[in-house]
C-alpha cells in the first residue's frame, strides 16, 4: 500500500519526517503546522509530495494540522530570537543547582506551551530541582533531553580536521554508524587523535568511502600474500586500494610498484581478511557511533 507523504523538516540540517499531504496542496519549502511528539510546531516542506511504501514509514503517519499563517512564522522567528537569552538564564540555573550538564540548545513549541531543553552529559543527571526552577522562572512545561556526543557537536558545529564546516552542520542529516573495522578496512592510522572528530567520535566521513574499499579490496590481493609479477614472484608489502598500485617485494631489498593488472594473483583481499580487534584497539570502541 502506497501513502502520499510530505517530508518535513524543522531546521535546516534536521531529519526529514513524513506527514500525510492529504487535503493539502504543498510544495517544496511551504511553511506548514504540524503535531508532534514534542507539540505543536512549524515545519518547512523538505521536498514536493510524493508516494512511499508501507515499509518506508518507521511511525504511524501523522496528518499537516494547516499550512502555516504569517502570525505563525513570526511567532516561531520570536521564539528563535529568545533562545540565547534563555539559555543564559539556564545556565545560571544549572551553576545554582551544581550540575555536570553542558546546555546546548532550546526551544519553545510553537503555541509556547512546552521548552525544551537539550543537555550534554557524561552519565545520569538528577535536574529535579533545576525543572523546579525552571519552571517557576518561565511559567511553562520544562523538558530536559539528554543528547549524545554527535548530537551536540552538530548543536555547536565548528571547523573539522580537512578545514571545512563540519558535515553534521551542513549537510548530513542522519548520523551513520562508524566503526574501527571501517577504519581498519581504509587502512587509516588508529591513532584516536587522526580518526576522531570534533565530538569525540570516529569521523563521520569514513563512513561516506567505505563501500568504494569494499569494492577495491576485492579487486587487489591479499597483503603480505604472493604474486606472480613480469619480474617474478614477490610478496605483497603495500598495498593502494585508490591508486590500484601495490608495492612487491622480491627480497634482498629488491621492491617494484605495479598495477593490479600488471600481476597475476589467487585469492583477493577481503574484509573477513581484516586482523582482529586487539586488545589496544579494544580501547578505541568508544569512539565508535
Known amino acids: 500500500m502506497q501513502y502520499k507523504v510530505v517530508p518535513i523538516k524543522f531546521n535546516q540540517m534536521g531529519k526529514k519526517y513524513y506527514f500525510d499531504a492529504a487535503g493539502f496542496d504543498i510544495k517544496n519549502g511551504d511553511k506548514v503546522v504540524v503535531e508532534t511528539v514534542r507539540g505543536t510546531e512549524l515545519g518547512f516542506a523538505a521536498e514536493n509530495p510524493k508516494m512511499v511504501e ?40 544549572v551553576a545554582k543547582n551544581k550540575l555536570d550538564m553542558k546546555l546546548l540548545n532550546c526551544e519553545y513549541t510553537l503555541d509556547r506551551s512546552k521548552l525544551i531543553i537539550y ?59 562508524v566503526s574501527i573495522k571501517m577504519a581498519k578496512n581504509q587502512n587509516l592510522s588508529l591513532n584516536p587523535t587522526n580518526i576522531s572528530g570534533l565530538c569525540g567520535k570516529l569521523l563521520c ?30 610478496r605483497v608489502a603495500q598495498l593502494n586500494y585508490l591508486t590500484q598500485m601495490m608495492k612487491i617485494d622480491f627480497g634482498g631489498g629488491n621492491q617494484k610498484m605495479y598495477h593490479v593488472k600488471e600481476i597475476e594473483f589467487g585469492q583477493p583481499a577481503a574484509e573477513e581478511d581484516l586482523a582482529p580487534v586487539n586488545g589496544n584497539e579494544k580501547d578505541l570502541k568508544d569512539l565508535e557511533g
Open 119 to 177: 543537555f550534554n552529559a557524561e552519565g545520569r543527571v538528577d535536574f529535579r530541582d533545576l525543572v523546579k526552577d525552571l519552571a517557576n522562572q518561565f511559567r511553562v512545561r520544562i523538558e530536559l533531553r539528554q543528547v549524545g556526543a554527535r548530537d551536540g557537536a552538530k548543536v555547536l558545529g565548528g571547523i573539522g580536521p580537512c578545514g571545512l564546516l563540519t558535515c553534521c552542520t551542513t549537510f548530513l542529516g542522519d548520523f551513520e554508524t
Open 54 to 93: 508501507e515499509s518506508e514509514l518507521v511511525s504511524a503517519l501523522k496528518p499537516i494540522v494547516r499550512m502555516a499563517t504569517n502570525h505563525d512564522y513570526e511567532q516561531y522567528l520570536l521564539n528563535q530570537e529568545e533562545q540565547s537569552g534563555i539559555l543564559q538564564k539556564c545556565t545560571a540555573f
Open 205 to 234: 566521513c569514513i563512513h561516506y568511502e567505505d563501500a568504494n574499499y569494499k569494492e577495491y579490496r576485492k579487486q587487489m590481493p591479499k597483503p603480505d600474500s604472493y604474486v606472480n609479477t613480469p619480474e617474478g614472484r614477490g
